[in-house]
DNA sequence: GATGAATGAGCATTCATTCAT
DNA sequence: AATGAATGAATGCTCATTCAT
């Protein structure tokens, strides 16, 4: 029925419309010092008509992560078909990573943020528990290319796979952190050693996983 | 003058006891469902007298922070001052920072939270100044055990101590909000895994470094 | 016109299904947590629907009761055509009511609540007019068969008819609060007693017009 | 201690003032339609102060509630005690109460109205609680009058006491209700009939106890 | 007629901060 | 110094009603 595709491709736009008014002004403002108020306005809409898309405001931030998960995770699931070594394919994650990280800020706070903030009186339902699936399937993928590179050789360590996956998970969440930071800090660090994230994330993984070129 | 001094020494006495009070409740509840009423009960006082110690909320937790980091920083400053070499030096003083955030989880999401929290409407005068020295200090402190092992050869490395630095940093970052993230996360990883952060750490540190004992 | 009498009846059709809708809800969940929406879901048609049948929420309730009203004015009226002595009258009379609230708890609801409930912003229009007559219309009924009970002797008092008319409608109202009461009430006054409603109402005639069977 | 007990009767104060401020309010437009900021402006407070005297909205109409019934079973209560025969005694006890409730038509509505509105999701705490055990002993002490009059000859009845104090308990909430009526209704009805509600239980006891007096 | 998306006024409740005593 | 009562702006959420299609 070509009448119901049109009101459910309608129903998705207007749901990335208000997404899109979220994530302006959390990358502004911070997700807790937007409200919901602030994104209707944002988006040209009444309040009333964000409450028609999303049950409250937490499952707009779960959207926002959901929607960065899951470009992320397209993203590394092509890298990870295509003809790499394991090294490069890891490194090329880490770059498309960054790179959509850097485009998009409230993206990162999305998935930062709200390890901290989300009030933890109930469960969010479905929501929740897909965000966590999407964060298990991006480990996935980069325990994958690290398998893949012990295997072909292009990168070596005695450690098992999975503990290298949580360091280089970590190392992101660093980094994240780092990119969150209040200016001064930003600027003072990351400007002073003149350094891009993706050049630290270089030389990090070299060492850890023994890598040369 | 003594009278003076026992005035000071009562006034911080009574700033002890209400950061206690704040960080007891921080770690049961997070920063942002700990409100001054809770405080000023759980430190048996009023809400008023609260205010005549920290000019406002965001002081408690500043407060809080420079507590903890002067704290860690006198640590490491003693472990600098030992008789090790440069890696026994990192990794005692790694082991030290996880030792304290073990015993005070209020400690990390001082250090962590504030990041992402605190409102950014105005400065928050010297505090966050204070803090931010904190912070550069304890870079250095860690920086300067780099910089030893890499003279002493207890590691090798090619990359700038500073970029090793960052790149510590980074790693102690992710693991703390790793430590912070709500149970399902922490349990299902940190358990599934079965092993503590320290040696998570220890693995990352040898790799990093080519430490070789 | 046969054409313009199907499109009335397929329009009282169409209020009487809205107000199945209603009632069923208000039966589970009272007026006022019963919203538009629910009612709408309900009756499987959409919101902006209901606004076709009936002017406000308002409207929905004076349905219900009128309908209420009409089908026990009905009732009573062919009570009152029997060949019964007044005091048999009476009796069927309030045994019919009883019945009626008794199946649908509704209609009792809709009766009632509204006293109490609806705003009293604006008048109702002729919705509310209707109800006033139907209510009075009721009474009257009641009171035909109290006069009917004095003239033939089944009943003896020296009250004037209206007063004792009056009195025998505040008992059932009495009672229908009680049933609607929340379930702690009911159940330990009415179960405790271990006596229905109808029993109270036997006594309570036996006792006010003297009916000696 | 005198400060303390000051402290505790301007805490009573307050606690009257809003109350009464309420009563007032819910008197003119009923629970539902009186809002927490007409309160607080009525009682000339801010919002905020209300919630340190109530826990919600739901303990306003409780207190409410207690309070009327505690005054009228402290009236009934001294009745109780008085010399009277059992008839006289309950004569004046209706009588008292409907001198009660001619007074402060909000205390009627307290009683009345919570029946219904009161959203039923959760339980109200102690509140509720105590409502529940003042109406119980407002029973209780009808129940003992009612006892007294068939002992003392003053009234008599096959009828057991218990199942005669439900019906006088029904006769009240009829009256209640029908005094609670928007206006029409009170004036056409209570006007036309041009008999106070005090005679209307006067007859209605008379037949229900057979006293003679 | 029918729809259901959009509206937006309205509401209860929270909480950091102030200030008279 | 200490108190704690008072404040009131701020916020997430609801729901009867409207109206363009």
Redesign the interface.
């Known amino acids: 029925m070509a009448i119901k595709e049109r009101k459910e491709d309608e129903k998705k736009r207007r749901k990335d419309l208000i997404l899109q008014a979220a994530i302006t002004l959390i990358q502004q ?2 997700f ?2 937007t409200t919901m108020d602030d994104i209707a306005q944002q988006a040209e809409l009444s309040k009333g008509t964000l409450y028609l898309y999303f049950a409250d405001k937490s499952n707009i931030h779960y959207a926002i992560k959901k929607k960065a998960l899951i470009l992320l995770n397209e993203t590394l699931q092509s890298i990870l078909q295509k003809d790499y070594n394991g090294a490069t394919m890891i490194k090329e994650m880490l770059s498309s990573l960054f790179d959509l990280i850097e485009k998009n800020k409230a993206f990162t ?1 999305a998935m ?2 709200y ?3 989300v ?2 009186d109930l469960t969010h339902g479905i929501e929740e528990q897909e965000c ?1 699936d999407l ?1 298990t399937e991006l480990m996935m993928l980069i325990l994958r290319s690290v398998q893949i590179g012990l295997v072909d050789g292009s990168m070596k ?1 005695d ?1 098992p796979p ?2 290298l996956t ?2 280089i ?7 994240l ?2 990119i ?3 200016s ?2 930003k600027q003072k ?1 990351l400007a002073e ?1 003149n ?1 891009s994230v993706t050049q ?1 994330m270089e ?2 993984l070299n ?2 996983l ?1 890598i040369n070129e």
Chains 1, 2, 3, 4 share one sequence.
Do not use: C, D, R, W
Not at 169 to 175: L, P, S
């Open positions: 403002k911070g807790e010092n706070q930062m943020l390890e901290h903030n009030k933890a966590y964060q360590s450690v999975k503990i949580i360091i998970i970590n190392q992101i969440t660093g980094i952190t780092l969150l930071s209040p001064p800090k660090i050693y350094h630290l030389v990090f060492n850890l023994n």
